[in-house]
Nanobody, 121 residues
Framework: QVQLVESGGGLVQPGGSLRLSCAASGSIISIAAMGWYRQAPGKQRELVAVIASGGRTNYADSVKGRFTISRDNAKNTVYLQMDSLKPEDTAVYYC???????????????WGRGTLVTVSS
């Protein structure tokens, strides 16, 4: 069974920075893409950033130039460096992984439980 566990959320002032991490575990051989989504109160979950195994990235327009996604394939871990945070970045951030190959099963997708990021003075 595959598990995705996020860490690094918390309270930060506007203009500040946070770094989120998400580690995938479970006899994983490969993961095609890893990314971050977020869901603010009363809003739908939206894509923040995604990174393919080869390093190609894609960002939501609202975070371009402020957030940076990276991954360590050897550790099956994805990171999200968030700089110049704004109150509108406040949300629960979820880790996502697509096409997860393990030694016994292929999973189309997996989700973490989420970590809360609050940007407030």
């Amino acid at each position: 069974q595959v598990q995705l566990v996020e860490s690094g959320g918390g309270l930060v002032q506007p203009g500040g920075s946070l770094r989120l991490s998400c580690a995938a575990s479970g006899s994983i051989i490969s993961i095609a893409a890893m990314g971050w989504y977020r869901q603010a109160p009363g809003k739908q979950r939206e894509l923040v950033a995604v990174i393919a195994s080869g390093g190609r990235t894609n960002y939501a327009d609202s975070v371009k130039g402020r957030f940076t996604i990276s991954r360590d394939n050897a550790k099956n871990t994805v990171y999200l460096q968030m700089d110049s945070l704004k109150p509108e970045d406040t949300a629960v951030y979820y880790c996502n992984a697509k096409e997860i190959m393990t030694n016994v099963h292929r999973y189309l997708e997996g989700w973490g439980r989420g970590t809360l990021v609050t940007v407030s003075s």
